[in-house]
């Protein structure tokens, strides 16, 4: 299995609250990936990153921000949580970025009440 | 955005029969890839795919990247029960050289 942590795996915050979610992988690839899971909606992708401090914006990035200060880490932040946040987070990957396989963790379940 | 789209959305089939789902796209893509989920679990890799009218087999899953590069099926033959999940399929496309694209989703139940 690749070597991807997702902390925490579960939470349950208030609307409002700051939120981080963090990614370490122990593989040393160059891309990270930030994906959101909803019934009906698959996999979206809130935010990406292509290496250390480069990161872009997916398809549903807005309330989220995310930063990468070391090649293992990758943070996810809701600045002020929302409850149409709720959902589960997936952190992903990726050696070549889009051409080749993701890896994904295993997952946090983030509930805004 | 780009978008992709997986069919059917659910199955559900009796032990032992073959399954067949596909996505499409409106642009080309570079890149096909098939994942599973288990409950609670992130999606794992069954088959990459990286040319046009490739075929791949993986035990008895056979996935292909379509001719037109719009398209990919992915085929179970002989149904198992530890095959029920959740089946997704994602492709990076020519516009989104970094990105994958994900399918909503073919949700999969067996009936021993």
């Known amino acids: 299995d690749a070597g991807i942590t997702q902390s925490p795996r579960h939470k349950v915050t208030e609307t409002g609250t700051p939120v981080t979610l963090r990614c370490h992988q122990t593989?040393?690839?160059?891309?990270m990936y930030w994906y959101r899971q909803d019934p009906g909606h698959g996999l979206r992708l809130i935010h990406y990153?292509?290496?250390?401090?480069?990161?872009d914006k997916g398809e549903v990035s807005d309330g989220y921000s995310v930063s990468r200060s070391k090649t293992e880490d990758f943070l996810l932040t809701l600045e002020s949580a929302t409850s149409s946040q709720t959902s589960v987070y997936f952190c992903?990957?990726?050696?070549?970025?889009?051409?080749?396989?993701?890896?994904f963790g295993q997952g946090t379940r983030l509930t805004v009440v | 955005g780009q978008q992709l789209n997986q069919s059917p959305q659910s199955m559900f089939i009796q032990e032992g029969e073959d399954v067949s789902m596909n996505c499409t796209s409106s642009?080309?893509?570079?890149?096909w890839l098939w994942y599973k989920q288990d409950p609670g679990e992130g999606p794992v890799l069954l088959i990459a795919?990286?040319?046009?009218?490739e075929l791949t087999s993986n035990g008895r899953l056979t996935a292909q990247f379509g001719i037109t590069r719009k398209d990919s099926f992915l085929n179970i033959s002989a149904s198992i029960p530890s095959d029920v999940g959740i089946y997704f399929c994602?492709?990076?496309?020519?516009?989104?050289?970094?990105?994958?694209?994900f399918g909503q989703g073919t949700r999969l139940t067996i009936n021993p």
């Open positions: 992903a990957i990726s050696e070549f970025g889009g051409s080749t396989e993701a890896f």
């Open positions: 593989e040393n690839h160059r891309y």
């Open positions: 990153s292509y290496g250390v401090k480069d990161t």
């Open positions: 642009s080309i893509f570079n890149t």
């Open positions: 795919l990286y040319k046009a009218g």
């Open positions: 994602a492709g990076q496309s020519t516009q989104g050289a970094q990105k994958l694209v």
